[in-house]
């Protein structure tokens, strides 16, 4: 797997090969570290080419790396790959290494689904380390065009963050032709997971026929225009939610629910921040642009309208429901025919 095993470093993990991708890749990592003073992680391996890169050049800068593979048994052999994923880390100089079957089941589909439970097999057994993650700008573009397809505002067109605990993601301005080149200075061939190349799946198709035709209709740069607009978003909504942050500090003063007369003079960008954390507080999961805005319409739009239905409650028949009473908006849980009659 590595062309040169014989070079070590002073605590005994073979050298990284002196080649511009992994070089890159190695930068990458280490700005994240340095960023984020993080000295040891944990990585998720799944034997791709983004991921194997990333626990090779997280194993040269950080002082320790934990890897983890998260088999799904989604198909004959997985558990030959994740074992071969094992021996890569092993090989590299990972300090330990973990391979975790799981048994995908959930609601969203099988790539929510799948998605759902490796993020928990590596919440588990990360052992307290923040999580190494091999997205990278393609994938980040790819999560803002899904983002513009939902249409729910900056939110979900701000991609994903370098830092989100404990998920880190140092490869977000690395190309996946870099990782795969770096693979290749390593002497490694990465596993290629059919799903990849599934059209039945939104993300394959954007990576393989939306994004090249983009680049070709508007002379190519698509990807990273998309990853540094995701940044830009980004950097503008952490300023609006800290500004929402204080708004929310300040409406629940004096009660129950929130304070109306505290809400009314703020922006409506930022109190509508600010309501949807507090919904997401209350359990209400994602509540849609439309929703949000009837929520916040009890507050500057007031003309006695009544309460907002925002989302499923904790049992069968039950929603959770916003409305405005005495200068302060309440929530609370009700059954859904009760709902439907008011």
Same mark, same amino acid.
Do not use: K
């Given at each position: 797997?590595?062309?040169?095993?014989?070079?070590?470093? !002073?605590?005994? @993990?073979?050298?990284?090969?002196?080649?511009?991708?992994?070089?890159?890749?190695?930068?990458?990592? @280490?700005?994240?570290?340095?960023?984020?003073?993080?000295? %040891?992680?944990?990585?998720?391996?799944?034997?791709?080419?983004?991921? !194997? /890169?990333?626990?090779?050049?997280?194993?040269?800068?950080?002082? %320790?790396?934990?890897?983890?593979?998260?088999?799904?048994?989604?198909?004959?052999?997985?558990?030959?790959?994740?074992?071969?994923?094992?021996?890569?880390? @092993?090989?590299?100089?990972? /300090? %330990?290494?973990?391979?975790?079957?799981?048994?995908?089941?959930?609601?969203?589909?099988?790539?929510?689904?799948?998605?759902?439970?490796?993020? @928990?097999?590596?919440?588990?057994?990360?052992?307290? &380390?923040?999580?190494?993650?091999?997205?990278?700008?393609?994938?980040?573009?790819e999560t803002v065009l899904l983002g513009l397809a939902r249409g729910s505002g900056p939110r979900s067109i701000r991609g994903m963050a370098d830092f989100d605990d404990p998920w880190g993601r140092p490869l977000l301005g690395v190309r996946s032709s870099v990782t795969r080149a770096a693979c290749g200075e390593?002497?490694?061939?990465?596993?290629?997971?059919?799903?990849? %190349?599934?059209?039945?799946?939104?993300?394959?198709? &954007?990576?393989?026929?939306? &994004?090249?035709?983009?680049?070709?209709?508007?002379?190519?740069?698509?990807?990273?225009?998309?990853?540094?607009?995701? /940044?830009?978003?980004?950097?503008?909504?952490?300023?609006?939610?800290?500004?929402?942050?204080e708004a929310l500090v300040a409406a629940r003063a004096g009660g129950a629910g929130l304070g109306v007369a505290s809400l009314e003079p703020v922006h409506p960008a930022v109190r509508r921040r600010a309501l949807r954390r507090w919904l997401a507080e209350l359990g209400a999961s994602a509540p849609t642009d439309r929703t949000l805005r009837a929520v916040d319409d009890l507050i500057g739009h007031w003309r006695g309208q009544g309460p907002v239905a925002v989302g499923r409650g904790p049992g069968p028949g039950t929603r959770l429901v916003v409305s405005r009473r005495r200068g302060r908006l309440d929530a609370e849980f009700v059954d859904q025919q009760r709902c439907a009659d008011d």
């Open positions: 797997m590595n062309r040169d095993t014989a070079a070590r470093d !002073a605590r005994g @993990r073979p050298l990284l090969p002196e080649a511009p991708a992994i070089h890159e890749v190695r930068l990458a990592v @280490r700005a994240w570290l340095a960023r984020h003073d993080v000295r %040891s992680v944990a990585v998720g391996l799944s034997g791709g080419a983004d991921s !194997a /890169a990333l626990t090779a050049a997280a194993v040269a800068e950080a002082e %320790s790396v934990r890897a983890v593979v998260v088999d799904h048994r989604l198909q004959a052999g997985s558990a030959a790959v994740a074992a071969r994923a094992a021996d890569f880390a @092993r090989a590299r100089g990972c /300090a %330990s290494v973990e391979v975790v079957p799981v048994e995908v089941t959930g609601p969203g589909g099988l790539e929510a689904a799948a998605r759902a439970v490796r993020y @928990r097999a590596l919440d588990e057994t990360r052992d307290g &380390l923040p999580v190494l993650l091999g997205h990278t700008l393609d994938d980040q573009a390593l002497g490694y061939a990465p596993y290629e997971d059919a799903h990849n %190349s599934d059209p039945r799946f939104t993300r394959v198709r &954007l990576r393989t026929e939306v &994004l090249p035709l983009l680049d070709e209709v508007l002379g190519g740069g698509v990807a990273p225009a998309l990853a540094r607009t995701a /940044a830009q978003l980004r950097e503008d909504g952490e300023v609006l939610d800290a500004a929402a942050a």
